[in-house]
């Protein structure tokens, strides 16, 4: 029997709810335990365990070279991925996510609230998911009291 991907690998999870509380998928946050995961065969081995039944998925890499290794083997049938928009400084993997939207791949961009997305990239991402700092957290939720 050949050796799982997921033997090589860290997970984490987080459910995302929706505006009215219902679970609306997962984030699934996958550290490598060593180099070179291949992505092609951490997505077909994420397709076998999914089952109708099974909610949206967000896959959240956490290493530059594993999504840039799974993106060319991404599908529009695949899990949604995220994309930090810091990494698209690269333009080898700017490159990886323009060619992953052609083919229908859906993605989000993630970063600071005062980050931009770069305008030759916007076009790629259905949405933009972005992180506060405890300093703006804090003024937004001053903010809503009033």
Known sequence: MAQS???SL????????????ALAGVQLFVHEDGDGVDGQHLLRTLE???????PELMLSLRSRG?????????????AMFE?????????????VVQAARTRGVRM???????QPVPAHAAQCFE???????????????????R
């Open 108 to 114: 989000v961009a993630s970063g600071d609230a005062s």
């Open 10 to 21: 860290t997970l984490g999870y987080r459910p995302l709810w929706n505006r009215s509380r």
């Open 127 to 145: 949405r933009r998911m972005i992180s506060l700092s405890a300093i703006d957290a804090g003024q937004a939720l001053r903010a809503g009291k």
């Open 83 to 95: 994309v930090p928009i810091a990494w698209l400084a690269d333009a080898g993997l700017q490159a």
């Open 5 to 7: 991907v997921l033997g």
């Open 66 to 78: 594993m999504l840039a290794g799974a993106l060319p083997h991404a599908t529009a049938d695949d």
């Open 48 to 54: 076998e365990l999914r089952t109708p039944e099974s």
